[in-house]
């Protein structure tokens, strides 16, 4: 069975950082891409950042230059490193990842595999 575990989450002050893990688990992940979604109350479900099996990445332009997508293929391990926090990142976390070669990264449709989660609350 395959589980995707968020942690990592919590309450902080805009201007500090957050680093977000996200371990697989049932299969392996490495050449396919994974991802980080958000929900904020009342919005729909948005892209945040993407890294591919190979390394390349892509990010939400609201995120660009402070949030970073990395993973850990021997370990099954994605991260999202937060940095620069705002009020407006506050939202739950979502970890997604494909099970097949993706073709639009930024699609929730395009990811098999879904996490349950963490929330992140940025106070001002």
């Known amino acids: 069975q395959v589980q995707l575990v968020e942690s990592g989450g919590g309450l902080v002050q805009a201007g500090d950082s957050l680093r977000l893990s996200c371990a697989a688990s049932?299969?392996?992940?490495?050449?396919?891409?994974m991802a980080w979604f958000r929900q904020a109350p009342g919005k729909e479900r948005e892209f945040v950042a993407a890294?591919?099996?190979?390394?390349?990445?892509i990010y939400a332009d609201s995120v660009k230059g402070r949030f970073t997508v990395s993973r850990d293929n021997t370990k099954n391990i994605v991260y999202l490193q937060m940095n620069s926090l705002k009020p407006e990142d506050t939202a739950v976390y979502y970890c997604a990842a494909a099970a097949q070669a993706v073709t639009v990264l930024r699609s929730v449709l395009q990811y098999n595999y879904w996490g349950q989660g963490t929330h992140v609350a940025v106070s001002s």
């Open positions: 890294i591919s099996g190979s390394g390349w990445t």
């Open positions: 049932g299969r392996t992940f490495s050449s396919y891409p």
